[in-house]
């Protein structure tokens, strides 16, 4: 089975307020995200800062430029009560090949999907993914994605940072870990209140996001 750090791409800290959630990283973490775009379909953005590799963190919340979007934020955005770790990304060579596996294990992970999102500088990101809008058992098992030939947003993300732990907390933890153990993941999840907690090695230290 894949370490499980190597399969994780991105980790994605929800927020009413993107800027104020900046700030709020800056001082737990003491490197600043950088804004990475928006996502027009969505009615958010997003800023960033690696964790190391080729993964990274992403703050993401309502764009203040767009108007409300014809469906809810995904994630919860829209009822977060206060800023955090909401789900994760792992990365794949072959996203419609996870699609299958999941539906073996009766797991909905929907259907292919192309995105894509406008960069500060004009330049668009693509990529294909699992539909991140389905549930996912309350987004401990995570969505999938392939960035193929588009620049890893993690290469251009501010540095400093490192994720050293993944952990995971389900009701249903049992079930949870069957499902990943199918998908090839290697997350021990432990019962509990849903929740993702990553500890980070930083300049500040040792620190954990949840």
């Not at 009615?43 to 590799?53: D, K």
């Not at 009822?79 to 994760?88: E, I, R």
């Not at 389900?170 to 998908?183: C, T």
Request: hydrophobic residues 40%.
């Amino acid at each position: 089975m894949t370490p499980l750090l190597s399969l994780v791409d991105h980790l994605v800290y929800v927020t009413r307020d993107v800027d104020a959630a900046i700030e709020q990283v800056e001082q737990l973490l003491g490197v600043r995200a950088t804004m990475g775009g928006q996502h027009p379909n969505w009615g958010t953005r997003n800023a960033l800062l690696s964790l190391g590799g080729k993964a990274y963190l992403e703050i993401m919340g309502p764009d203040p430029g767009q108007g409300e979007p014809a469906q809810p934020r995904p994630f919860g955005i829209d009822n977060a009560s206060k800023p955090h770790l909401a789900t994760w990304v792992a990365r794949t060579a072959d996203v419609q090949l996870v699609i299958d596996q999941a539906k073996r294990q009766n797991l909905d992970l929907g259907e292919l999907q192309e995105r894509s999102r406008k960069k500060p500088d004009g330049s668009i990101l693509k990529w294909t993914m699992t539909d991140l809008t389905k549930n996912r058992r309350d987004g401990i098992i995570p969505y999938f994605i392939n960035w193929g030939d588009t620049p890893h947003p993690a290469d251009s993300s501010p540095r400093g940072c490192s994720l050293i732990r993944l952990e995971a907390f389900h009701p249903d933890a049992g079930q949870v870990n069957i499902l990943l153990k199918g998908l090839g993941i290697d997350l021990h999840v432990r019962v509990g209140p849903v929740a993702l907690r990553a500890m980070v090695k930083s300049p500040k230290g040792q620190v954990t996001l949840e």
